[in-house]
């Protein structure tokens, strides 16, 4: 057990509609990371959180948006979805940004179909 | 264009065999990390190399960090079934963690 938790483990959903990911980190850890893995494209970056405001951003579309709130939760939502957007969606935790270990979360599985 | 490619990207093979997979890049990186993934999992850290050449070992997995600190190696000794899993480098780049496109690994009983 990382300590970091994501719901919901597995979401299915119609082309154009919209859903929210949650993640709470391991308790103090303050910067909070989102990745989409797929099997053609890998684990790609999405976007990172430290201490509620956005410090990275990766090949996030348009579509997608996320916020770290003040509790450091976050929340990566996904809207106008695909049949492409079909997906693993990871969220990791660190203590600060970019240093030492990223701690993962079992993910949360997107079917859109 | 991956900034980290990663080979061979499938690897199959029986319990005993040694093996090495590989991450390369045409970047110079401060520090390298490997994660394994097991299915239905996040990618778990194995270990971070940060010196150029510096050689890590964690029971049977060896990890190399090359001398200019733009590629690195993983090898395993005697493998074994529980070894099974994906494999992933990752580097800092321009203030985001990237991983490799990962190895995948099934060691056979």
């Known amino acids: 057990d990382s300590g970091v938790t994501q719901t919901p483990k597995h979401l299915i959903t119609a082309t154009g509609q919209r859903v929210t990911l949650r993640c709470s980190p391991r308790?103090?850890?303050?910067?909070v990371y989102w990745y989409q893995q797929s099997l053609d494209q890998g684990l790609q970056f999405l976007i990172q959180y430290y201490n509620g405001e956005e410090r990275a951003k990766g090949n996030i579309l348009e579509r997608f948006s996320a916020q770290q709130f003040p509790d450091l939760h976050s929340e990566l939502n996904l809207s106008s979805l695909e049949l492409g957007d079909s997906a693993l969606y990871f969220c990791a935790s660190s203590v600060r940004t970019l240093s030492g270990e990223l701690f993962f979360g079992e993910g949360s599985r997107l079917t859109v179909l | 264009t991956q900034l980290l490619e990663q080979s061979p990207q499938f690897l199959s093979i029986q319990e005993g065999e040694n093996l090495t997979v590989y991450c390369n890049s045409s970047s110079v990186f401060s520090s390298l990390q490997w994660y394994r993934q097991e299915p239905g999992e996040g990618p778990v850290l194995l270990v971070t190399v940060v010196t150029g050449g510096e050689v890590k070992k964690l029971k049977r997995l060896t990890f190399q960090f090359g001398d200019a600190r733009k590629d690195s190696s993983l090898h395993i000794t005697a493998a074994q079934p529980g070894d099974t899993g994906l494999y992933l480098c990752?580097?800092?780049?321009?203030?985001?963690?990237?991983f490799g496109q990962g190895t995948t690994l099934q060691v056979k009983p």
């Open positions: 308790s103090g850890d303050l910067s």
């Open positions: 990752a580097a800092s780049n321009t203030g985001k963690l990237i």
